[in-house]
């Protein structure tokens, strides 16, 4: 057990639907990172959050947000979704920002129908 | 080219074998992790490193900065190491992460 917490653990909706995907970080850690891993494109980071702010980007499509909240849990939130957008999606946390130790999440797997 | 190329892309072995994987990377890094997720797909880091050789158990990995190359060696490998082991990059002045494409490793009892 890494300590990173992501729900649901499984979704399946429609296309053009939005979903919300939350993930708690381990005690203590204050970097939580989003990343995408899909059949075709393997794993891509998306976004990374440091003590609630934005500290660097990767391919997030527009359609994608995320945010950190106070208790620094976080959320990914997936608009207007498209079967390519199927995929598991993982949540990490660290300590700090770079060159720490990477703890992930068990992932939250999403099929778009 | 990607900036994070890992070989071979799949491995098969039998129990016992000494295991070697490689990975290159053509971009300035400050750190590089190994990574091992299991079919059932979760993710586990295996090692963080930024210069020389660190082991934990049977596991043993590698790094050098001047040659842009890391490597992961499996002793006494055994069925429950068959999992996919992914290479990951931490690029020099940013936060991201860029991943490798996987080895696929699998091992015969």
């Known amino acids: 057990d890494s300590g990173v917490t992501q729900t649901p653990k499984h979704l399946i909706t429609a296309t053009g639907q939005r979903v919300t995907l939350r993930c708690s970080p381990r005690?203590?850690?204050?970097?939580v990172y989003w990343y995408q891993q899909s059949l075709d494109q393997g794993l891509q980071f998306l976004i990374q959050y440091y003590n609630g702010e934005e500290r660097a980007k990767g391919n997030i499509l527009e359609r994608f947000s995320a945010q950190q909240f106070p208790d620094l849990h976080s959320e990914l939130n997936l608009s207007s979704l498209e079967l390519g957008d199927s995929a598991l999606y993982f949540c990490?946390?660290?300590?700090?920002?770079?060159?720490?130790?990477?703890?992930f999440g068990e992932g939250s797997w999403l099929t778009v129908v | 080219k990607n900036e994070v190329e890992q070989s071979p892309q799949n491995l098969t072995a039998q129990e016992g074998e000494f295991i070697t994987i490689n990975c290159s990377y053509s971009v300035g890094i400050s750190a590089l992790h190994w990574l091992q997720q299991h079919p059932g797909g979760g993710i586990v880091s295996l090692f963080m490193l930024s210069s020389g050789k660190k082991k934990h158990g049977r596991l043993i990995a590698t790094i050098n900065i001047q040659e842009k190359h890391s490597s992961l060696h499996i002793t006494a490998s055994h069925p429950r190491d068959s999992a996919v082991y992914i290479c990951?990059?931490?690029?020099?002045?940013?936060?991201?992460?860029?991943f490798g494409q996987g080895t696929r490793l699998t091992i015969n009892p």
């Open positions: 005690s203590g850690d204050l970097s």
């Open positions: 990951a990059v931490v690029l020099q002045g940013a936060q991201k992460l860029v």
């Open positions: 990490a946390s660290s300590r700090e920002s770079g060159g720490n130790t990477i703890y």
